[in-house]
Nanobody, 125 residues
Framework: VQLQASGGGLVQDGGSLRLSCAASGETFGLRAVGWFRQRPGKEREFVAVLKWSGGSSYYADSVRGRFTISRNSAKNTVYLQMNSLKPEDTAIYYC???????????????????WGQGTQVTVSS
């Protein structure tokens, strides 16, 4: 599975961006697609995840109510709509996918086998 993340950029405090994660290759059987971010000097942290079967979504407390994860199954693409952005949202955002991940492991970056290359999001104050 190859993942291509895009859509990052520079936005002002309170602005919006939509990130895309396009999956290609052997996408059949993916169990979950998630978004993680890494801020300067910090470890990679969970942002949101979408279960491929059923479409359930889960969010980090820091983004719940502001970010929405969704998918277009026909395009094998997962989106992260980010509204009311804050300077503390500035990070490199990565999408990740896995076929074997279980529910209790979806919050940890260590449990995802496939990763996109990351896209920079910068929120200015």
């Amino acid at each position: 599975v190859q993942l291509q993340a895009s859509g990052g950029g520079l936005v002002q405090d309170g602005g919006s961006l939509r990130l895309s994660c396009a999956a290609s290759g052997e996408t059949f059987g993916l169990r979950a697609v998630g978004w993680f971010r890494q801020r300067p000097g910090k470890e990679r942290e969970f942002v949101a995840v979408l279960k491929w079967s059923g479409g359930s979504s889960y969010y980090a407390d820091s983004v719940r109510g502001r970010f929405t994860i969704s998918r277009n199954s026909a395009k094998n693409t997962v989106y992260l709509q980010m509204n009311s952005l804050k300077p503390e949202d500035t990070a490199i955002y990565y999408c990740a996918a896995d076929r074997n991940i279980i529910h209790s492991s979806m919050w940890s970056a260590n449990n995802y086998a496939h990763w996109g290359q990351g896209t920079q999001v910068t929120v200015s104050s």
